[in-house]
């Protein structure tokens, strides 16, 4: 019986790939909280995304910020849900409205939208949540879900 050797590049590709694998977030069971990710396993994942000299990774606006060089070599901002590990890098667009925002957010509960902006990857506005406290918040760009929301 004659097997073929695994190259490097295989080899390197299959552990990545477990990698990103392991650290894919499955959803909570019916009830249970989303638990948040780790500043390790942040890197780890961007990591195994292809993302390369991950730096800077911290939590700040409800979500982690990262800085790191793309595939191509560029310098890229990142934000990443802290519960689904979702990379949001600063220089995509918005298939979104400034409008569409505001009913999704309206649509969540808040009230009193304002300020209401794309920057780095992210919607962010000021609003009153459902109990009338002013919060700000981080906004998906493609579904209009709310990625972080903390008191102003």
Do not use: C
Request: glycine share 8%; hydrophobic share 40%.
């Amino acid at each position: 019986m004659s097997t073929t050797p695994i190259t490097r590049t295989a080899l390197a590709l299959a552990l990545a790939l477990a990698a990103g694998a392991a650290y894919a977030k499955q959803p909570p069971a019916k009830g249970e909280p989303q638990q948040a990710l780790t500043s390790t396993e942040i890197n780890a994942m961007l990591t195994a995304q292809g993302y390369r000299d991950v730096h800077d990774i911290e939590f700040k606006d409800g979500v982690w910020q990262a800085d790191a060089k793309s595939g191509d070599g560029k310098h890229v901002d990142l934000k990443i849900d802290p519960a689904t590990g979702r990379v949001y890098p600063d220089e995509v667009s918005s298939p979104m409205s400034e409008d569409d925002v505001r009913a999704a957010l309206s649509a969540a509960g808040y009230s009193k939208v304002r300020d209401v902006e794309f920057d780095d990857g992210l919607w962010q506005a000021h609003a009153e949540n459902s109990a009338g406290k002013d919060t700000k918040v981080q906004v998906d760009p493609k579904d209009g879900k709310v990625v972080a929301a903390e008191n102003d």
